[in-house]
């Protein structure tokens, strides 16, 4: 995928779409309008803002869960569940995360309240999951130990699966969701999820023993009945239901409640956070607990900015709980985890070469006969060297480029520009930054979508980061609409059009002659075309 050519056709697309809804000029009667709006629509940044580039480098790492284990910090219990066996949520030998880490040493050994603060993909729920599992694992006393409390029913559906998978031989430990999809009879839900589990691929059917697992609650006669979550899935505004009625109060009557998690928590600002945080307190006072009871838990891709400071003060007054500033856990980004290599520095037109998509195409195909042709084929661009050739017959395709591009010194720079902004970077300005002595301005962004696309498939390993992790984003908006001056003697009034000044973004004198403007209701009449009033 080219984001530069996709990023194109999708504003042609869209505007061709705009003014042909919106044909003004459908009668003939006013072609000026028609093309102020189509020149408004095609003004950069008028509907579209992008592509933008973003560096995701991996996270620093620490211990292994198997070493944990052994030092006592988590009990071994957690390494004999089948799921850790398998590798779910994460294998027993694998370096953790610098912050997973933190978060399990502050939950089961210091029983603090925490923030992690991470972004998306970096196991921030592991970071949770992991401490409470580990503390119904030693304590197996029933009811409810802890709330995940979600903002949208479908991040509790997504908990909701990975719990499945997690807790599928695990028949002592149960869980469940409390939202408007629980259905009222465990019997009915049970129809639903065998209808559900005939429709599943045949690699799903073959994680679970038996579906509903026992260990699920599927019903809320079966939580009226006595029969409670020990992992309780639900949404702010379910609670505040839970609490009120006499039916729920089962589930707040038993269990010790030790944990709750405010996942996603930089939603709860303004008036909702004053609202989730006085339902806090009142799940508090219904349960009898004291300050300290409690271990609360939020975790958020974007929560403050990395201030610590800002970050405790926000929650402490989310949870009416203590947090220190050494609570608060964020991720630690690695920008050294590429191994120094021999630098190179192709010539720059390597990166427009002819043949520059052809090789990008033969090594996304994965179904390689051999490597010789794409290590050729580098050469013959100008990427690497005789010496990197004699490499090709060592490595597959990700591998081989992994170890010809480490010392490429553009994608050096390039990683380097990226991190020094520490925010998503508009392609078009990093490609002059990267580019703008050595190639025309037509050919910069070309060059730059060769080289990202190149390293983005060059790993030492399929489950490594590559040369360059990185994701694009695309932003795109409704049209503001269209003012026009009321003066008709506007100074800026063009001859051929019947309207004084128009302008394509809200304001409400007019720059040439500061008298009043008037928004134009543009809008399509059945049978009658478009007009503007």
């Not at 994460?90 to 370096?95: D, K, T």
Request: glycine share 4%.
């Amino acid at each position: 995928m080219n984001p530069i050519k996709l990023s194109k056709q999708l504003q042609d697309t869209l505007v061709s779409y705009l003014t042909t809804t919106f044909d003004v000029n459908r009668d003939g009667q006013e072609p000026a309008l028609a093309e102020f709006i189509r020149q408004s629509f095609n003004r950069p940044r008028a509907l579209f803002a992008g592509p933008y580039l973003e560096l995701t480098p991996p996270y620093k790492t620490a211990e292994t869960l198997q070493q944990l284990a052994t030092a006592g910090i988590v009990s071994s219990k957690l390494l004999q569940m089948e799921c850790f066996k398998q590798g779910r949520p994460l294998p027993i030998n694998a370096p953790l995360y610098t912050h997973q880490v933190a978060a399990f040493r502050k939950l089961c050994m210091e029983e603090r309240n925490i923030v992690v603060s991470s972004g998306t993909g970096s196991g921030k729920t592991e970071c949770f999951l992991i401490p409470i599992l580990n503390d119904l694992l030693n304590d197996d006393s029933p009811g409810v130990r802890a709330i995940l409390v979600y903002p949208l029913n479908a991040l509790v559906n997504d908990q909701l699966d990975r719990l499945r998978e997690l807790l599928r031989d695990k028949p002592d430990i149960t869980f469940g969701r409390y939202t408007s999809e629980l259905e009222e009879k465990a019997e009915s839900a049970r129809r639903q999820m065998k209808q559900e589990w005939e429709q599943m691929d045949s690699a799903h059917k073959d994680l679970f023993p038996e579906y509903p697992l026992p260990n699920e609650i599927i019903g809320r006669d079966q939580i009226r009945e006595g029969k409670l979550p020990n992992i309780l899935i639900t949404n702010y505004a379910m609670l505040e239901y839970l609490l009120l009625r006499p039916e729920d109060s089962p589930l707040f009557s038993k269990g010790k409640w030790r944990f709750v998690v405010l996942d996603e928590a930089h939603t709860y600002a303004g008036a909702q956070g004053i609202e989730v945080g006085l339902l806090m307190r009142r799940l508090k006072l219904r349960l009898g607990h004291q300050p300290g009871q409690m271990r609360c838990i939020a975790t958020s891709a974007t929560l403050t900015n990395d201030d610590a400071g800002d970050a405790s003060q926000f929650t402490k007054a989310l949870f009416g709980e203590e947090f220190e500033e050494d609570d608060i856990i964020f991720g630690e980004l690695n920008h050294d985890y590429i191994p120094p290599s021999s630098p190179s520095q192709p010539s720059m037109t390597t990166y427009v070469h002819e043949k520059f998509e052809q090789l990008i195409e033969t090594v996304r195909e994965e179904q390689w006969e051999s490597i010789d042709a794409i290590a050729l084929l580098m050469q013959e661009i100008g990427l690497i060297n005789d010496e990197q050739l004699s490499l090709a017959d060592k490595y597959q395709p990700p591998q081989f480029l992994w170890e010809v591009l480490r010392g490429n010194q553009d994608l050096a720079q390039l990683r380097k520009l990226m991190a020094d902004a520490g925010q998503p970077v508009e392609v078009a300005a990093i490609a002059e930054k990267l580019f703008h002595d050595r190639l025309p301005v037509e050919q910069q962004q070309v060059a730059l979508y060769h080289l990202i696309e190149l390293a983005a498939m060059a790993r030492p390993e399929v489950d490594k980061p590559s040369l360059l992790p990185a994701r694009y984003h695309l932003f795109v908006r409704p049209p503001q609409g269209v003012w026009a001056c009321l003066n008709p003697t506007c100074p800026d009034k063009q001859i051929e059009n019947q309207w004084s000044k128009l302008f394509a973004t809200p304001r409400e004198t007019c720059d040439a002659c500061l008298d009043f403007v008037h928004f134009l209701n543009i809008s399509r009449v059945i049978k009658e075309g478009t007009k503007a009033t």
